[in-house]
């Protein structure tokens, strides 16, 4: 009976997150269960989900959480129900998925939210920083590095906005 929710800032990646979805159901749980399973998952843009009521899902889970506001990642929050932990806090399971150099739309960092958020949303925890990039090769971000950095001074760009 848990009700979870998959919410993201790009509604362009609605029909790939659907099928990602019933792969990955498909693959974990069988063909035979994928309806059941899906009509326990909720996929929405976080735009959508101003009228839903709190503590809605047992567990959301946010993709391109960089491209979100302080009152978004905090309704988000929100949606969550609690749970009493093994140490009798309640807890929520949040989980945030972003990459900061992938902050397109220019919103601040999220280290830099946190006196923004709600008491209760902390990023304490299990955090995992991948070092790998899998959306290009190296032979791309060589490329992709000398065109902004400039090295050759081609373009006249003192400070090519990008960070570190």
Same mark, same amino acid.
């Given at each position: 009976?848990?009700?979870? =929710?998959?919410? @993201?800032?790009?509604?362009?990646?609605?029909? =790939?997150v659907e099928k990602l979805l019933v792969?990955?159901?498909?693959? #974990?749980?069988?063909?035979?269960?994928?309806?059941?399973? #899906?009509?326990?998952?909720?996929?929405?843009?976080?735009?959508?989900?101003?009228? *839903?009521?709190?503590?809605? @899902?047992?567990?959301?889970? *946010?993709? %391109?959480?960089?491209?979100?506001?302080? #009152?978004?990642?905090?309704?988000?929050?929100? =949606?969550?129900?609690?749970?009493?932990? &093994?140490?009798?806090?309640?807890?929520?399971?949040? &989980?945030?998925?972003m990459d900061d150099s992938q902050n397109?739309?220019? &919103?601040?960092?999220?280290?830099? =939210?946190? %006196?923004?958020?709600?008491?209760?949303?902390? @990023?304490?925890?299990?955090?995992?920083?991948?070092?790998?990039? @899998?959306?290009?090769t190296r032979d791309i971000l060589d490329?992709?590095?000398? *065109?902004?950095?400039?090295?050759? #001074?081609?373009?006249?760009?003192?400070?090519?906005?990008?960070?570190?």
């Amino acid at each position: 009976d848990t009700q979870v =929710l998959v919410s @993201f800032f790009n509604r362009a990646l609605s029909p =790939l997150v659907e099928k990602l979805l019933v792969e990955a159901i498909a693959q #974990r749980a069988g063909r035979e269960r994928v309806r059941a399973l #899906r009509s326990r998952v909720t996929v929405k843009h976080v735009g959508a989900l101003r009228r *839903v009521e709190p503590e809605s @899902f047992d567990g959301v889970f *946010v993709d %391109e959480a960089q491209d979100m506001d302080a #009152r978004a990642l905090a309704m988000l929050h929100a =949606l969550v129900r609690p749970h009493v932990a &093994q140490d009798g806090k309640p807890v929520r399971c949040l &989980q945030l998925f972003m990459d900061d150099s992938q902050n397109v739309y220019g &919103q601040v960092p999220i280290d830099a =939210l946190k %006196e923004q958020l709600p008491e209760g949303l902390s @990023f304490r925890g299990r955090t995992r920083i991948l070092k790998e990039t @899998f959306r290009a090769t190296r032979d791309i971000l060589d490329v992709a590095f000398n *065109v902004v950095l400039d090295p050759l #001074r081609q373009h006249g760009t003192s400070d090519p906005g990008m960070r570190e």
